[in-house]
């Protein structure tokens, strides 16, 4: 939570950037957005709906595999894709934790 305010600022510049590059409704930017066993709910539902909310944009989630996450220890969570079926990503969000921390505990 210490880096919360940069980290916030940081998705704001990226998210008006990357408003200004999706004006064109006719292919809207697909992120893909990273879940994985106790990941919290706000750390990666609440990109997914800003990304939903916002014209341009198409989230969907992914994880290792598509068997269902558990997330905070009580809510299955099932992506819509596997790292293996994931389809081309123009922005990939990895919530709440560093990639390799991901990985490690699923492993």
């Given amino acids: 939570m210490k880096k919360f305010p940069e980290i916030t600022l940081l998705f704001l510049l990226v998210m008006n950037a990357l408003h200004l590059h999706a004006q064109?409704?006719?292919k809207p930017l697909s992120v893909g957005i990273f879940i994985y066993e106790g990941v919290e709910i706000l750390d990666?539902?609440?990109?997914s709906e800003v990304?939903?909310?916002t014209n341009g944009f198409k989230p969907f989630l992914v994880a290792l595999t598509k068997a269902p996450v558990?997330?905070?220890g009580f809510i299955a969570v099932t992506p819509q894709y596997s790292i293996e079926?994931?389809?081309p990503t123009d922005i990939l969000v990895f919530p709440g934790a560093q990639p390799t921390t991901c990985l490690a505990k699923q492993t």
């Fill in 44 to 47: 990666f539902s609440g990109p």
């Fill in 70 to 72: 558990t997330s905070q």
């Fill in 85 to 87: 079926d994931c389809p």
């Fill in 51 to 53: 990304f939903a909310a």
């Fill in 24 to 26: 064109t409704p006719e």
